[in-house]
Nanobody, 126 residues
Framework: QVQLVESGGGLVQAGDSLRLSCAAS????????MGWFRQAPGEEREFVAA????????RYTDSVKGRFTISRDNAKNTVSLQMNSLKPEDTAVYYC???????????????????WGQGTQVTVSS
């Protein structure tokens, strides 16, 4: 079993930066693909970024490429999302996710991630 707890959300202005962190507990953390998804009001949950266990395979959605960076520290059991040049359209609840089904593979489908955090709100004002 894996438990995920996010932190670092908040209210910022357009152009600002935020860093989200996800603390994971449970066994076999290093074998899990870890990712971030987000969900705006009235919208479907969408993929943001994900990394395999050693950071050798990373994927971003097009709208955040060049602005967001995902990283993980297996020694600390954390995965982070550095968000720069934030835009109002980045406003959403951000969820940390982990998959025990993807070994070395990174996907953008919510169906492939079987562990989820409770979410943290990110609001970007214009």
């Amino acid at each position: 079993q894996v438990q995920l707890v996010e932190s670092g959300g908040g209210l910022v202005q357009a152009g600002d930066s935020l860093r989200l962190s996800c603390a994971a507990s449970g066994r076999a953390f290093r074998l899990n693909t870890m990712g971030w998804f987000r969900q705006a009001p009235g919208e479907e949950r969408e993929f943001v970024a994900a990394t395999n266990w050693n950071g050798g395979n990373i994927r971003y959605t097009d709208s955040v490429k060049g602005r967001f960076t995902i990283s993980r520290d297996n020694a600390k059991n954390t995965v982070s999302l550095q968000m720069n040049s934030l835009k109002p359209e980045d406003t959403a609840v951000y969820y940390c996710a982990a998959s025990s089904m993807l070994f070395g593979i990174v996907t953008d489908s919510t169906r492939d991630y079987n562990y989820w955090g409770q979410g943290t709100q990110v609001t970007v004002s214009s």
